[in-house]
């Protein structure tokens, strides 16, 4: 069935990771799993200084300036029950370098995770939600 605005915004919001998808300019679509935090309107993902990785300038940075457009999905799975299943789509549009956002959501991030509670960020990626679908195999 399909999930309302209110009911697709409540599952983004209380989820706790995603697969955030952006464009890449050859290969097309770049596909990672993330985990995020919302404020209000606003979306923010981590690059953080936590994990191991080659640079601290990711892919997705890079796909972001050439295209703003991206797209997240949180889903649940139940391979027992299916009526338990679930997904929500956020398309998403990133608002380039705003600082003040980035602060606010990196706060909000530490709170959610006590991996980030000395917000370990290189950057925090702040992005505009502008639509929330959602469809679920049960109803609320």
């Given amino acids: 069935m399909k ?3 209110t009911q697709a915004r409540q599952r983004l919001d209380a989820h706790d990771h995603a697969v955030l998808a952006t ?6 679509v770049d ?3 993330v ?4 404020d ?9 200084r936590v994990k191991p990785k080659s640079s601290t300038r990711l892919q997705r940075e890079r796909n972001l300036e050439a295209d703003p ?5 949180v889903e649940q799975w139940d391979a027992h029950d299916w009526s338990r299943l679930w997904w929500v789509r956020a398309e998403l549009r990133w608002a380039g370098p705003d ?7 990196g706060a909000a991030l530490a709170r ?10 290189a950057a925090v990626l702040v992005f505009h939600v502008e639509a929330v679908t959602g469809w679920s195999g049960s109803g609320p």
């Fill in 3 to 5: 999930l309302s605005q």
């Fill in 23 to 28: 464009v890449h300019p050859r290969r097309g």
């Fill in 31 to 33: 596909a990672v799993p």
């Fill in 35 to 38: 985990v995020y935090a919302v």
């Fill in 40 to 48: 209000g309107e606003y979306l923010g993902i981590p690059v953080d």
């Fill in 69 to 73: 457009r991206a797209t997240l999905l």
């Fill in 99 to 105: 600082h003040s956002r980035a602060d606010a959501l």
């Fill in 112 to 121: 959610r995770y006590p991996q980030y509670a000395d917000q370990p960020f």
